[in-house]
């Protein structure tokens, strides 16, 4: 198997490994006594907290265009 094709199914994999999952808050509740209060919230759909995995998947994809530039313009420049 050709090596380029063996990086390029890592990446996915390693892209679709660290995908990031969304951790929703829909209500929260207060229990006070014996009343229990459901406040509903907006569902948190950022990934807030995956600071390292978020910059892991720029940083991987900044270097697959980067690589994609530069195979590009060595392609366009041997024609």
Excluded: D
């Excluded at 660290?18 to 229990?31: C, M, N, R, V």
């Amino acid at each position: 198997m050709h090596y380029k094709k063996v990086l390029g199914a890592l990446t996915i994999a390693g892209a679709l490994a660290a995908g990031s999952t969304a951790f929703a808050q829909t209500a929260s509740t207060t229990t006070t006594g014996s009343t229990t209060t459901v406040t509903p919230t907006a569902p948190n759909t950022g990934a807030g907290g995956n600071t390292a995995a978020n910059l892991a998947l720029l940083g991987a994809s900044a270097a697959v265009a980067a690589g994609g530039a530069v195979y590009l313009a060595r392609k366009k420049a041997a024609v």
